[in-house]
């Protein structure tokens, strides 16, 4: 037996024709002489209905089934105004591929709601729902067509490594790990390496990266483990050509998702209505004067949380630029201007979704600027020796992908963003 169709194949020309179809058991019910069931697969449902008296052992195998066991049915495609789609299956052969254990952990259709823990821990009954489905469908499509942007944009999609012995660029925690006896880390971004690869002459590289962040943070808005489209580009004039980028991706990617996913972002009850390029811009010295009317805050402060969260109260637009940072609150490698850093954050209904800057390209200078960090270069000899070379001017961004789908599709908890989360407290499944 081998599926013929997918429920959602299935049309006019199907009726009366035979079929196979596979999926999941959602829900079945014993009439007696009659029973129904639900078969769920990637694209949608389809009503088994078997008779009784047509075949006995079949229905009492029919009838055995737990909800969510997978099977592949054989019938008659018949038409059924009452049920959904317009059309069921008679059935007529039956393979059981694996009977679900009873009682499920956690159901599938039922309205119950169960606490999100249970939800994480049995993520891949989870994983079954639509709404949680779709949530991974627009994830595919943002990377896809943010993807499609850079490729169009001449970017060489790279992975640099995840294991280092190079001290990280700061401002985390990292993971410390063994290997073969000495002491390596999880990277927390792949910052070095892509700052690294514009001294090669590919120019414009982009990264699907993961970031591993050893922040003993416990909120909803942080992961230890997560993703981010990272992108590093060389000969440029500043800030604003890596930012231009930024705001163009989204609109692409966005644009396209609006396109291509109305029937995911239905299902999420999801209408974004984004601003038109270009993105707002607030420079950090407006956002002390916002923030300074309501709370206690000083030039230099770091815009956590709480301040992101006034600003946007403040600000009209949904999406925008913090720039002009003071020096002191971007990591060594930021280009300075004066007291200012060549940086950005965009910030999406009051979070910050992606950070980038023009860096430091001039070997002395940025040895200066580590020297005056306190930064011991020792540990970034490899790193540094990328810049003795000949390096051209370049900056980037990173831009955290669970951030994006959080704010764009409204969801409380960056958890639901990603498959399996890690975070301080869960590390299965
Ligand atoms: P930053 O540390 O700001 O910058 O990270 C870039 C973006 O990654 C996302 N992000 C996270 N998402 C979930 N959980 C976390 N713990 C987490 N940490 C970061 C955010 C953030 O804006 N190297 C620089 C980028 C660059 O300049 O190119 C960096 O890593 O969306």
């Given amino acids: 037996m081998l599926r013929s169709h997918y429920s959602s194949e299935i049309g006019e020309k199907d009726y009366e024709k035979n079929i196979t179809i596979a999926g999941w058991v959602e829900d079945i019910r014993n009439l007696g002489g009659i029973a129904f069931a639900v078969l769920r697969d990637k694209y949608g449902r389809m009503q088994i209905t078997a008779i009784k008296k047509n075949d006995e052992q079949l229905f009492k195998k029919f ?137 090669t002459g590919f120019d414009r590289v982009y990264e699907i990266a993961w970031y591993f962040r050893a922040e003993e943070h416990d909120t909803t808005r942080h992961l230890n483990e997560s993703t981010a489209v990272d992108i590093e580009m060389a000969f440029i004039d500043s800030e604003k050509d890596v930012m231009k980028i930024a705001e163009e991706m989204t609109d692409y990617a966005v644009e396209r998702i609006l396109d291509e996913n109305s029937k995911q972002l239905d299902l999420l009850h999801v209408s974004p209505d984004m601003p038109s390029l270009p993105y707002k811009r607030i420079r950090y010295d407006e956002v002390v004067e916002i923030l300074q009317k309501e709370m206690d805050f000083k030039w230099g402060d770091d815009i956590g949380t709480d301040e992101e969260n006034l600003l946007s109260k403040n600000v009209d637009e949904k999406i925008y630029f913090i720039v002009d940072f003071p020096l002191e609150a971007k990591p060594f490698y930021a280009m300075p201007r004066g007291k200012y850093a060549r940086a950005f954050d965009l910030e999406f209904n009051g979070m910050e979704i992606s950070s980038g800057a023009q860096r430091i390209h001039d070997y002395k200078m940025l040895l200066k600027r580590m020297e005056e960090l306190e930064i011991n270069t020792k540990n970034f000899e490899e790193y540094l020796n990328a810049f003795r070379y000949g390096m051209p001017p370049h900056g980037g961004f990173g831009y955290g992908i669970e951030r994006f789908l959080m704010r764009f599709l409204n969801l409380k908890n960056i958890r639901e963003c990603i498959l399996f989360p890690r975070d301080r407290k869960r590390l299965v499944p």
């Avoid at 089934?65 to 959904?84: D, F, P, Y």
């Avoid at 069921?88 to 159901?107: F, Q, T």
């Avoid at 910052?191 to 514009?198: C, I, P, V």
């Fill in 63 to 199: 009838v055995s089934l737990t909800r969510e066991s997978v099977i592949m049915a054989e019938g008659k495609c018949q038409k059924n105004e009452k049920v959904i789609n317009g059309w069921e299956l008679l059935l007529d052969k039956m393979e059981i591929l694996s009977m679900a254990a009873a009682p499920l952990p956690m159901g599938v259709v039922d309205k119950v709601n169960v606490d999100f823990d249970t939800r994480l821990d049995n993520r891949v009954i989870d994983l079954r729902k639509d709404e949680n489905k779709a949530i991974f469908e627009i994830r595919d499509a943002f990377i896809k067509y943010a993807s499609e942007y850079l490729e169009k944009k001449g970017f060489l999609n790279v992975h640099t490594p995840k294991i280092t012995a190079m001290s990280s660029e700061g401002g985390t925690e990292v993971f410390k790990i063994n290997y073969f006896g000495k002491i390596a880390y999880l990277v927390q971004s792949p910052q070095l390496y892509k700052q690294m690869l514009m001294a």
